[in-house]
């Protein structure tokens, strides 16, 4: 159900461990955000090391709005895309929905607003790993599949196109 | 040249299409309804319900506020039957805006396209039933930012300014559909779960009642199975479909059972499936799960609990109603243990004692991502605070 890359990259990073969301104990939630920034960095590391670095996350000071960027290589042209979300005060019993605004309309893997169309496999894995699966673990099993599938299809469509000094950006 | 008949004829068609346009009502309001069978007496057929003896006192429904969270396939369409019933008041929440790929479904019109799906509501349903009160929130209910609000509005926003008095989930995502539950176990309100499955084949709704009846997180949500395997259902290249005959089947089911309870007749079904393949209604009824992953939920059963020691008579009812449900202090439906990962397949479903075409989505908790998994520590003792982790993510 999982391919290999994906379990791998998934093994790398820290498994959280504080249950609490943004409408929690702000002690609680403070905890899980230091967990949840460790948890990124590590991944991010680990993805440097492996020569696939993808995506860069950050928040607003609560924790609460998460923006960035992630990209997807190809034929060494790099595609640059927005990537947003809010943490839902269900967090993390439920996963965040995680948005990349600019491909709205684009693709019909995607929802309203740009978010992304999750495998059948997200979500009960996400269930059964309450609370140990975080922002990384989401963006792991998550957008990184999703990227992998969804960006050369449209690249080919012409849906995407590569705009010129993105590299720099 | 135009007569000026014809020219006044021509100014009268476009004021009324400017009207509807508008929404603006053809008719006024009307303070009392009346069984009267003229033909324009709107409320006549309804008010006849009550001449036949199906429903006591219809009038009530005047009394009764509801909330329509989800303003799409089913929650729009759900929203006019309420209307056209002469509900009380009506509060609609969607962030979302009408689009034209929304015309394969009932209630929204092309025009209406880029319009806030609330605010397009809004205006069809006033110009239909002036008489309803309409409260519209153009806002996402999962989010921080709004939850609060979300709550209060039900908390306060009935027409007496107290708690409304149902909610009906016409949401089409689980993110939401937890948040709804949230809220309603916080506050004790009662609702309607509905929902209709991504291949458009098949439906539900799920009457909660916090601390009687199974929350929506007491389980792991359930689906109408349908002949076709699951897995070999081809999800290339969409993420859902939709039917406007299977949205408008469930929104009717959804509206039937909150008028029942509303305005107590009838039996109200605490869950129906629907399989369109089959035309299949399966039904059953859901126990809380003492091990229900929310606290506020536990803290309900306790407290329905103690309810029905004081009140024994309620019970008595109950049997009367569902047959084959038992209450005995032991006796609850669902069992959340840990499930044996090497017998998976006898875990929910058995414990679950769902009737034959139901299924739940998913089992949890078992072993998470088995074996392969290997934990790598947090080091959260290496005293770094918020802001530190945060600078080090953002210069990584
Ligand atoms: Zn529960």
């Not at chain 1, 498994?15 to 002690?27: E, I, R, V």
């Not at chain 2, 033909?39 to 036949?52: F, I, T």
């Not at chain 2, 349908?226 to 039917?243: F, I, N, P, Q, R």
Request: charged residues 25%; contains cysteine; aromatic residues 8%.
């Amino acid at each position: 159900m999982v391919d290999e890359a994906t379990r791998k990259s998934l093994s790398g990073i820290p498994l959280l461990k504080t249950k609490a969301g943004p409408k929690d104990d702000p002690k609680l939630w403070l905890q899980r955000l230091k967990e949840e920034y460790t948890a990124l960095i590590k991944y991010v590391e680990n993805n440097k090391a492996a020569g696939n670095d993808w995506f860069r996350l950050e928040s607003n000071k609560e924790g609460t709005r998460w923006f960035g960027k992630c990209w997807h290589v190809q034929d060494m042209l790099k595609y640059e895309f927005d990537v947003e979300f809010d943490i839902p005060v269900t967090y993390p019993v439920t996963a965040p929905e995680l948005a990349l605004p600019e491909l709205d309309g684009k693709t019909a893997k995607m929802y309203r607003g740009g978010k992304i169309c999750l495998t059948d496999h997200f979500k009960p894995l996400w269930a059964k790993n309450v609370p140990k699966f975080g922002i990384a673990h989401a963006m792991a099993l998550g957008l990184g599949p999703w990227l992998a599938v969804e960006i050369p299809e449209m690249i080919e469509k012409g849906a995407v196109v590569y705009k010129e000094g993105e590299d720099k950006k | 040249m135009d007569t000026v008949e014809e020219l006044k004829a021509r100014v009268l068609e476009l004021e009324n299409e400017v009207a509807e346009l508008k929404g603006t009502s053809t008719r006024g309001r009307i303070d009392k309804m009346s069984a009267e069978v003229v033909d324009s007496n709107p409320y006549s057929r309804l008010m006849a319900l009550q001449k036949m003896g199906i429903v006591k006192n219809y009038e009530d429904v005047r009394t009764f506020t509801v909330a329509v969270v989800g303003v799409g396939g089913v929650g729009s369409v759900t929203a006019e039957m309420l209307t056209r019933c002469g509900i009380g008041k009506l509060i609609l929440f969607d962030y979302d805006k009408v689009e034209l790929a929304n015309m394969n479904r009932l209630f929204f019109q092309p025009h209406q396209s880029g319009q806030s799906k609330v605010e397009a509501a809004k205006n069809t349903l006033q110009s239909i039933n002036p008489d309803v009160e309409i409260e519209i929130y153009n806002y996402n209910i999962t989010t921080v930012d709004n939850y609060d609000d979300f709550v209060s509005r039900l908390e306060t926003g009935s027409k007496t300014k107290g708690q409304i008095d149902l909610l009906l989930s016409c949401v089409d995502n689980f993110e939401a559909r937890m948040t709804i539950n949230n809220a309603c176990n916080a506050i004790g309100l009662n609702w309607f779960e509905s929902g209709v499955a991504e291949n458009a084949v098949s439906g539900h709704i799920q009457f909660i009642i916090p601390g009687k009846y199974a929350c929506f997180s007491c389980a792991p949500p359930l689906i109408v199975s349908t002949k076709m395997d699951e897995k070999m259902l081809k999800k290339e290249g969409v993420c859902a479909a939709s039917l406007p005959t299977t949205m408008g089947i469930v929104a009717g089911l959804l509206v039937q059972n909150s008028l029942k309870y509303l305005l107590k007749f009838g039996d109200v079904s605490t869950y129906v499936g629907y399989n369109a393949l089959e035309d299949y209604f399966p039904t059953m009824t859901l126990k809380p799960n003492q091990n229900c992953d929310d606290s506020k939920c536990i803290k309900k059963q306790a407290e329905y609990q103690l309810y029905i020691k004081e009140h024994p008579e309620v019970l008595i009812e109950e049997v009367k109603e569902e047959t084959e449900v038992v209450h005995e202090d032991n006796d609850w439906g669902i069992s959340l243990v840990e499930s044996d990962p090497t017998n998976e397949e006898v875990s929910e479903e058995t414990s679950l004692n769902l009737v034959p075409g139901l299924k739940v989505a998913y089992d949890i908790p078992s072993k998470p991502l088995k074996e392969s998994h290997q934990e790598v520590e947090l080091d959260d003792d290496a005293g770094e605070s918020l802001d530190e982790l945060m600078n080090r993510m953002k210069n990584i």
